[in-house]
Structure formats: structure tokens, C-alpha cells
């Protein structure tokens, strides 16, 4: 089957970093997605990773090890507005399928 | 440039009637995608369209479910004799062809069954 887990919650203090752990067991593997999600909208999209190694946009890195199933998204300077949940899906077939969500991971920034 | 559109935004039925969903994907985005969110849980694929293939059903969980395409555009999701646990928000994403494209989701219909 198919199984991705992340921590359902985590907390963290506004201006410091954040990691957010994603492993996945998947009968294929084809790219690692992160969304963000607030509450009440849709998800919109932050990284794609499909080889190894870290992929920086800004304040948010996203990290894959492909031999481990493992993935980790990293906020740096966070902000109030970055509370919201962190989606973690993989595409487990070829072409654009559809994704394979974890549950989510709900980030609260406090000050 | 609009983005991805879902109406209605909120449905409110009762148990046994039957719901249309509509979603208006991104104009020129070939793949068409629906999900659906309960509470506490992931995204969970219901169905998928791309271009003019069949539709990968795989992930509907009961025959009362279906949805279509028309002209490669619009999409319906039907849900018939609706139940309790149907009560999910709904979401619609497109994206274009290409494995490491983005999905881009609508804001979701939210279905209560009451």
C-alpha cells in the first residue's frame, strides 16, 4: 500500500527555523511535492523535488534522500502568516497522476 | 488569468439526495484532478482526466460517485443517494502535462450531508 507519514503538529517561535520531516512508502516514485494549505483554502503549491538533494526558493527549502524515502521541508525566518498545514504528497506513477497526500502537518507560529 | 474555479462553494443536502459539483480548470490545462478532504485526514484521489483518455476512476469509492468532462473543460463530480460520510470538502486541480508540473486547486466545494 501506500503510506506517508509527517507529524500531525508542530510549533514554532516567529523568526526561528523549522523542519518539517516527510517519509513515504510508495510502490513507485516519480517526485516529491510540498503544498501549503491555510484553513478554509486551497492547497498551493511550494516544491518539487525528484532527484536528490535540496531545492531553495526563497525562505523555504525542501530536501529528498530517494534511498531513505525520506523528504523535509525547511522554513527559515518564519512568519505569523506561516501558520497554516504542510502537505507532503508523492506521484507514484509516470506523467502528471495524481499525488499521494499525507494527512498534513498543522505549523503554529507563535510570537 | 484565472485560476481554478469550484461551485458551489458550500453544499448543504440531505442523506439520499443526489449533489452536482462543478470545477472550471485553468484554460489549456489538459490534466483535470479530484480530491477529497474529511477532516483529519489527507487529500484522497477520487478521479482523473487527461486529455481526451479514459478517465482513471481508481479512486472512487463506491459506484454512487462519477464524474465527466465535457470538451475538455468543465467538470462534474455526481455523488447519487448521498450519505452521512460523504461530507467532505471537494477539491478540483489542474495542471499541464509534464510530471513535475504543479497541481493548482480550486478552493474546494464543502458537501454537508445532513
Known amino acids: 500500500g501506500q503510506n506517508i507519514d509527517q507529524p500531525t503538529e508542530m510549533t514554532a517561535t516567529e523568526g526561528a527555523i523549522v523542519q518539517i520531516n516527510c517519509t513515504y512508502q510508495?510502490?513507485?516514485?516519480?517526485?516529491l511535492f510540498w503544498y501549503q494549505q491555510h484553513a478554509g483554502e486551497a492547497p498551493t503549491f511550494l516544491s518539487y523535488n525528484v532527484l536528490d538533494g535540496l531545492e531553495e526558493k526563497g525562505r523555504f527549502s525542501s530536501f529528498l534522500s530517494r534511498s531513505k524515502g525520506y523528504s523535509y521541508l525547511l522554513l527559515k525566518e518564519l512568519q505569523m502568516k506561516d501558520s497554516a498545514s504542510y502537505l507532503c504528497a508523492v506521484r507514484d506513477r509516470g506523467g502528471n497522476t495524481p499525488l499521494v497526500f499525507g494527512k498534513g502537518t498543522r505549523l503554529s507560529v507563535i510570537a | 488569468g484565472a485560476g481554478v474555479s469550484q461551485s458551489p462553494s458550500n453544499k448543504v443536502t440531505e442523506k439520499g439526495k443526489d449533489v452536482e459539483l462543478r470545477c472550471d480548470p485553468i484554460?489549456?490545462?489538459?490534466?483535470l484532478y479530484w480530491y477529497r478532504q474529511s477532516l483529519g485526514q489527507g487529500l484522497e484521489f477520487l478521479i482523473y482526466?487527461?486529455?481526451?483518455?479514459?478517465?482513471?476512476k481508481s479512486g472512487l469509492p463506491s459506484d454512487r460517485f462519477s464524474a465527466e468532462r465535457t470538451g475538455g473543460s468543465v467538470s462534474t463530480l455526481t455523488i447519487q443517494r448521498t450519505q452521512q460520510e460523504d461530507s467532505a470538502v471537494y477539491l478540483c486541480?489542474?495542471?499541464?502535462?509534464?510530471?513535475?508540473?504543479?497541481?493548482?486547486f480550486g478552493p474546494g466545494t464543502r458537501l454537508t450531508v445532513l
Open positions: 484554460s489549456g490545462h489538459t490534466a
Open positions: 486541480a489542474s495542471s499541464l502535462v509534464g510530471g513535475g508540473n504543479e497541481q493548482f
Open positions: 510508495t510502490s513507485g516514485f516519480n517526485g
Open positions: 482526466f487527461q486529455g481526451n483518455s479514459a478517465p482513471d
